[in-house]
């Protein structure tokens, strides 16, 4: 059985640390919620799978390299594409703004 993303829902944050948490479907059978899209000191995105806070126990491990790099690339283009949609939309709204004659108050 090959193991396929099916659904990612994710929610950008204004943290400079952890930018955004997801929830991950496999085959319309699995989700994983509590997915943490964190942003190291040298700016490189990396992906958290849920652990526990005490013990430091993963509660998901894939169990191949090739499957964790999978889960790693379809976030991060995820949370790409998410954030280059909210940019837009923001720009959007500004040129509406503008276009409208308001200045905001």
């Given amino acids: 059985m090959q193991?396929?993303?099916t659904q990612i829902s994710m929610?950008?944050?204004n943290d400079n640390e952890?930018?955004?948490y997801a929830s991950i479907v496999f085959n319309d059978s699995v989700k994983i919620n509590g997915v943490k899209i964190k942003k190291n000191d040298v700016g490189k995105l990396l992906v958290?799978?849920?652990e526990s806070e005490s013990q430091k126990l993963q509660y998901v491990v894939p169990l191949t390299h090739k499957?964790?790099?999978h889960i790693d690339e379809q976030l991060i283009e995820h949370y790409f594409k998410l954030k280059k949609n909210v940019i837009k939309n923001?720009?959007?709204?500004i040129a509406n703004q503008k276009g409208n004659g308001s200045n905001g108050n």
Avoid: D, M
């Fill in 3 to 5: 193991v396929t993303i």
């Fill in 11 to 13: 929610k950008l944050t």
């Fill in 48 to 50: 958290l799978l849920p």
């Fill in 18 to 20: 952890v930018v955004a």
């Fill in 67 to 69: 499957l964790r790099q």
């Fill in 90 to 93: 923001a720009n959007e709204n």
